[in-house]
């Protein structure tokens, strides 16, 4: 079956540990998301991608890195200088064509930092 | 930037019926979506609304006032199981597929 694959499900960290999650898809989709989730908060994108190799920073992108080296895969990459990384962590994917924003979610990361 | 404004929580008897309210202020309005997320769990897709009106999908209504920038998700013959957050998300033309997410609407269904 089509859909997104995130792992791993539950992640703990040490501070001034970075720590990749993965996110993979099969759906043939062009745009991949990365939002966070706060308790009481709505979901804020970290980064995301339009095509292979390419990739922009969202509304919160500091302390975060990314890669899109395949269509099918955008892991991301919380790094030690990230002030607050605890939180549960989601990936997306659309067709990314204009008037079709319908987003396609993973199960989520709940990163927790130690 | 974008503003998207929903109650923060809501509470509604089993068989009942509840509305969600969403505002919104943002430029080059491209369409709005309502997603459920229970607890621990990935969002999934409602609906979409794109022009004013009314769409039905079973349970589940949504309607948009484009130029009160405004719109409902309508839970009908709510169960159990409809205990859950209900997020708010616009996209905006300027940004290819993006959504901007309200801080979403837990609805609390009591026996």
């Known amino acids: 079956d089509g859909g997104i694959t995130q792992s791993p499900k539950y992640l703990f960290r040490k501070e001034g540990q970075n720590v990749t999650l993965s996110c993979e898809q099969n759906?043939?989709?062009?745009?991949m998301y990365w939002y966070r989730q706060d308790p009481g908060q709505g979901l804020r994108l970290i980064y995301y991608?339009?095509?292979?190799?390419?990739?922009q920073k969202g509304d919160i992108a500091e302390g975060y890195s990314v890669s899109r080296e395949k269509k099918e895969s955008f892991p991301l990459t919380v790094t030690s200088a990230q002030k607050n990384p605890t939180a549960f962590y989601l990936c997306?994917?659309?067709?990314?064509?204009?008037?079709?924003?319908?987003?396609?979610f993973g199960e989520g990361s709940r990163l927790t930092v130690l | 930037g974008q503003n998207i404004d929903q109650p923060t929580e809501m509470t509604a008897t089993e068989g009942a019926i509840v509305q969600i309210n969403c505002t919104y202020q943002?430029?080059?309005?491209?369409?709005l979506f309502w997603y459920q997320q229970h607890a621990g769990e990935a969002p999934t897709f409602l609906s979409y609304?794109?022009?004013?009106g009314l769409e039905e999908k079973g349970r589940f209504s949504s309607f948009l006032s484009r130029s009160k920038g405004y719109s409902y998700l309508l839970l009908k013959e709510l169960q159990m199981k409809d205990s859950a957050s209900y997020l708010c998300?616009?996209?905006?033309?300027?940004?290819?597929?993006?959504?901007?997410f309200g801080a979403g609407t837990q609805v609390v269904v009591t026996p």
């Open positions: 943002t430029s080059g309005f491209n369409g």
């Open positions: 998300a616009v996209m905006t033309t300027d940004s290819w597929g993006k959504l901007q």
């Open positions: 991608s339009q095509i292979v190799n390419d990739f």
């Open positions: 759906l043939n989709h062009d745009a």
């Open positions: 997306a994917s659309s067709t990314g064509n204009r008037g079709s924003g319908e987003l396609f």
């Open positions: 609304n794109v022009l004013d």
